[in-house]
C-alpha cells in the first residue's frame, strides 16, 4: 500500500520561507510521477509543482520564481520549498503520486495523496 506522508507546514508572514516533505512508502518502483497540490478554503485543488518520473518539472505560473519542488529518490522524499510567500499561498498543501511516468496538473489523474498540510501566510 502505497503511502505518503507530507510535513514541514506552518505559519508565516509574508516574504518568509517554509519546506514541504512528502516521505513516500509502499512502492519501489522508479517509474511513478509525483506532485505538490494546494487548497485553499472555498477553491478548487490547484496544482503547484509537478516532477515526473523522469525528473523534469513544471509549475504552476502563480509559484515560478519562487517555490523549488525536488526529490530524494534514494530518501523515497519529496520536497517543496517556498520562497518569498505571499498571503495567497495560504492553503492545504498535498503530496501526490501515480505510477505513470508524466505527471499532470489534474488532481484526479493521481492515485494516492498525502493527509496534506497547513500553510498560512500572514499579511
Known amino acids: 500500500q502505497v503511502r505518503l506522508v507530507e510535513s514541514g507546514g506552518g505559519s508565516v508572514e509574508t516574504g518568509g520561507s517554509l519546506r514541504l516533505s512528502c516521505a513516500a512508502s509502499?512502492?519501489?518502483?522508479?517509474?511513478?510521477?509525483m506532485g505538490w497540490f494546494r487548497q485553499a478554503p472555498g477553491k478548487q485543488r490547484e496544482g503547484v509543482a509537478l516532477?515526473?518520473?523522469?525528473?523534469?518539472?513544471r509549475y504552476a505560473d502563480s509559484v515560478k520564481g519562487r517555490f523549488t519542488i525536488s526529490k530524494d529518490n534514494a530518501k523515497n522524499t519529496l520536497y517543496l520549498q517556498m520562497n518569498s510567500l505571499k498571503p495567497e499561498d495560504t492553503a492545504l498543501y498535498y503530496c501526490?503520486?501515480?505510477?505513470?511516468?508524466?505527471?499532470?496538473?489534474?488532481?484526479?489523474?493521481?492515485?494516492?495523496w498525502g493527509q496534506g498540510t497547513q500553510v498560512t501566510v500572514s499579511s
Open positions: 501526490a503520486a501515480d505510477p505513470s511516468p508524466i505527471a499532470t496538473m489534474v488532481p484526479d489523474w493521481y492515485n494516492y
Open positions: 516532477i515526473n518520473s523522469d525528473g523534469r518539472i
Open positions: 509502499g512502492y519501489t518502483r522508479s517509474d511513478y510521477c
